[in-house]
């Protein structure tokens, strides 16, 4: 079945370390995106990638970086600069179709702690 | 700019009551809407969709209408049960934009 993967489900980091969040996708999918949720929060923009090799930087891209050298694959980096990076981190990819874009298709989430 | 707008939550009801979660919009033209349903510790899953005025998105008894007029696209179910507890969010997408807005989700509670 197609769909998106992300690993690893849990992530613990320690201070001034950098930590990769991966996210696959085998949807065949255009665009793909990384979103950030805190508690009770909704989803915040971090970074969007609409074709290989370019990416565009969300509403809070400060601390992190992405890479898209596959259509596949959109790797997120949390990075030490990254202050308060504890949080739910969700990938998503969807279609970019001339009428619309379509629907995304979601991930099952990271879950970034501090040791 | 483009913005989504959710009534705020908790929303707490009982089984078999109606639900209806508010949703409207500000938006140039005529985006595309969708509604999204996040159980709790999952990614979300989209719930419906609707891409031009009028249109009526509804899956798993759950609907809403795309109402340019009042540029809303509230969501509705006749009888909730209980795992339908979960947050749901309003989003919607525009041509060639690339990227969603989504609304700040709306958390549901049905208690027995």
């Known amino acids: 079945d197609g769909g998106i993967t992300q690993s690893p489900k849990y992530l613990f980091r320690k201070e001034g370390q950098n930590v990769t969040l991966s996210c696959e996708q085998n949807?065949?999918?255009?665009?793909m995106y990384w979103y950030r949720q805190d508690p009770g929060q909704g989803l915040r923009l971090i970074y969007y990638?609409?074709?290989?090799?370019?990416?565009q930087k969300g509403d809070i891209a400060e601390g992190y970086s992405v890479s898209r050298e596959k259509k596949e694959s959109f790797p997120l980096t949390v990075t030490s600069a990254q202050k308060n990076p504890t949080a739910f981190y969700l990938c998503?990819?969807?279609?970019?179709?001339?009428?619309?874009?379509?629907?995304?298709?979601f991930g099952d989430g990271t879950r970034l702690s501090i040791l | 700019g483009n913005s989504v707008t959710q009534m705020e939550g908790p929303v707490t009801l009982s089984e078999e009551a109606f639900l209806t979660i508010n949703c409207t919009y500000t938006?140039?033209?005529?985006?595309?809407l969708f509604w999204y349903v996040q159980y709790p510790g999952e990614g979300l899953q989209l719930l419906l969709k609707?891409?031009?005025?009028?249109d009526k998105g509804s899956n798993k008894g759950f609907e809403a209408t795309y109402r340019k007029e009042t540029t809303s696209f509230h969501l509705e179910k006749g009888s909730v049960q209980v795992s339908d507890s979960a947050v749901y969010f309003c989003?919607?997408?525009?041509?060639?934009?690339?990227?969603?807005?989504f609304g700040a989700g709306t958390q549901v509670v049905v208690t027995p």
């Open positions: 609707a891409t031009k005025a009028d």
């Open positions: 998503a990819s969807s279609f970019i179709g001339q009428t619309g874009d379509g629907p995304q298709h």
């Open positions: 989003a919607l997408s525009w041509i060639s934009w690339g990227k969603f807005q």
């Open positions: 990638s609409q074709i290989v090799n370019d990416f």
């Open positions: 938006a140039t033209g005529y985006p595309s």
């Open positions: 949807l065949n999918h255009d665009a």
